[in-house]
């Protein structure tokens, strides 16, 4: 079964850092883009950040740039956002995506909590 | 930036009836690569991920039910539910990929009449 999953949610406090992880079975994204996109509770989807296949491009939303960084590992099939100086408002559940040119499989998301 | 607004916000539809929700891009998606328009729809049912619908404006993903269509070019593009089912209350999303960032409309929400 085409699974991608996403880790590393939690609670953190503002200013703090987390790095969430998104794992690939049954489905090769080494030869694709891949995407982060996120969804602030009861909002619409916002795209995050997106790496191209061998991680030498990568693109970010405005709100992010300098903060969040997009990484991959093509041998362990796994994508990664490290996201620094965290907000109230990153709050969301992020979502990892294989983007072939439309994002046709997405992860079930992992929650990210900004509070103090 | 590319603004993907859609309309309506929201949608009540009979069981049966056609179902129809509009996106407008505020600058051309129709990608120079193939002269397609790099306009998608997503369908997103309460704690589920966004599924992929429709791509390239019309070409339907392999598995969704036929009821589905996308039309479209340029600035403007339609989704259609020819004829609606109980399961297809959702949210429903256009997204553009044309370029980063890659913008998606705020969404419409779909109930049952």
């Known amino acids: 079964e085409v699974q991608l999953v996403e880790s590393g949610g939690d609670l953190v406090q503002p200013g703090g850092s987390l790095r969430l992880s998104c794992a690939a079975s049954?489905?090769?994204?080494?030869?694709?883009?891949m995407a982060w996109v996120r969804q602030a509770p009861g909002k619409g989807l916002e795209w995050v950040a997106t790496?191209?296949?061998?991680?030498?491009?990568?693109y970010y939303v405005d709100s992010v740039k300098g903060r969040f960084t997009i990484s991959r590992n093509g041998a362990k099939n796994s994508l990664y956002l490290q996201m620094n100086s965290l907000r109230v408002e990153d709050t969301a559940v992020y979502y990892c995506?294989?983007?072939?040119?439309?994002?046709?499989?997405w992860g079930q998301g992992t929650l990210v909590t900004v509070s103090s | 930036d590319i603004v993907m607004t859609q309309s309506p916000d929201s949608l009540t539809v009979s069981l049966g009836e056609r179902a129809t929700i509009n996106c407008k891009s505020s600058?051309?998606?129709?990608?120079?690569?193939?002269?397609?328009?790099?306009l998608s729809w997503y369908q997103q049912k309460p704690g589920q991920p966004p599924k992929l619908l429709v791509y390239?404006?019309?070409t339907r993903e392999s598995g969704v039910p036929d009821r589905f269509s996308g039309s479209g070019s340029g600035t403007d593009f339609t989704l259609t539910i020819s004829s609606l089912q109980a399961e297809d209350v959702a949210v429903y999303y256009c997204?553009?990929?044309?370029?980063?960032?890659?913008?998606f409309g705020q969404g419409t929400k779909l109930e049952i009449k």
């Open positions: 390239w404006a019309s």
């Open positions: 790496v191209n296949q061998d991680g030498s491009a990568t």
């Open positions: 997204q553009q990929y044309d370029s980063p960032p890659y913008t």
């Open positions: 049954g489905l090769t994204v080494s030869p694709y883009w």
């Open positions: 600058q051309s998606v129709l990608s120079s690569s193939n002269n397609k328009n790099s």
């Open positions: 995506a294989r983007q072939n040119y439309p994002f046709d499989h």
